[in-house]
């Protein structure tokens, strides 16, 4: 079997497709790059495949002091990743971009390994815009990606969900009643603490009206712990997360492709905040694709109050049978394979460039 060394890092929305895709090939060697203290060091099962870290930050805006201590940890980096692939005897390079992506598409190019590099975001990041070019392929997760990578050998293969949410085996939330409206609200794998401030503002309403309400906080907000009720169910993280997800009515998310995905797949109707901070507005482009589907409402952070907020879930809430047009428009979308698709181009791969 091939060897293969997977460089995905920091979110769940780069970590958790990059485990969809080394399921998807239970017989291969695969070892994973990241870097310290950030979240691979947790979810990434280190027994299964073992971690390398490099030090690595993400490029600053502008051209300052900071930028050059980036590019010199770049090419510390790139060098250490070409000296492990090289020990490690590695055959292929999969990255589900971000700023690992650079060293180990570098690394890789130098020595004609060959890099499949997945872009989930409909606006490709900078990695994938400046370095696609030196890798095998380029598979996206949307097809509107394709007009911002011309000159590009692309593939559109949807981005790879978990296998618990192609099949969900785990129950969750056992003690809410069959009937009941459940509203899952979700920021991310970091939570959306502005987010979770409308929200909490509405709760109270919203379990007055005999809705169920799971709260995903993100570990990040200091008022996550002080409000209980019987109805709310509210943690940091929630590690099964299809679970919840598959027992949600509507969802209110970010725009993070790793969520869209697995809403497609669950098809569930949302409520998309894209988050205004996040590189380049990609969420926005993210989620405008299921705003022209019928997919979802897509709500802009500056018009987010808990008044606006209260009334579109009331209005919505009332309205079932447009919240079930929402969720098979959501399927439609869906890409259950998405997973084998790109362990498929790994597998088919020339090991030549
Ligand atoms: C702030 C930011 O820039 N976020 C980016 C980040 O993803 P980020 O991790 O923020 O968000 P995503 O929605 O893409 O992914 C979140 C993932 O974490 C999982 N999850 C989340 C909460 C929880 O309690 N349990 C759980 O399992 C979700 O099920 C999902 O698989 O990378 C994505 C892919 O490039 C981008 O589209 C996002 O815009």
Known sequence: MPKLLIAASGTGGHLFPALAVAQALPDWPIEWLGVPERLENQLV???????????????PGGLNG?????????????????????????????TTGGYIAAPAILAARSLGIPVVLHESNALPGKVTRWLGRWCAVVALGFAAAQVHLPKLKTLVVGTPVRPDFQQILATAGN????????????????????????????????????????????????????????????????PDMAAWMGRANLVIARAGAGTLSELTLLHKPAILIPYPWAAENHQQ??????????AAVVMPQADLTAAVLDTLLTELAAHPERLAQMG????????????????????????KL
């Open 45 to 59: 099962p280190q027994a299964t495949y073992p971690l390398h870290r490099v030090r690595l930050s993400g490029l």
């Open 66 to 94: 900071r930028t050059l201590k980036v590019l010199a940890e770049l090419l510390v980096a790139t060098w250490q990743v070409r000296r492990l692939l090289q020990s490690g005897g590695f055959d292929r390079v999969f």
């Open 175 to 238: 003690e809410i009643p069959h009937t009941a409206f459940v509203l899952l609200i979700t920021g991310g794998s970091q939570g959306a603490v502005s987010l979770n401030r409308v929200v909490r503002a509405c709760v109270p309403a919203w379990l007055e009206r005999g809705w169920w309400v799971v709260h995903q906080t993100g570990d990040q907000d200091p008022e996550c712990g002080k409000f209980s009720h019987p109805q709310y169910i509210e943690r940091a993280f929630f």
């Open 285 to 294: 482009y993210n989620a405008d694709i299921f705003a022209r589907q019928g």
């Open 328 to 351: 098979q428009a959501m399927s439609a979308l869906a890409v259950p394979d998405s997973a084998q698709r790109v362990a498929g181009v790994l597998t088919q791969l020339q090991v």
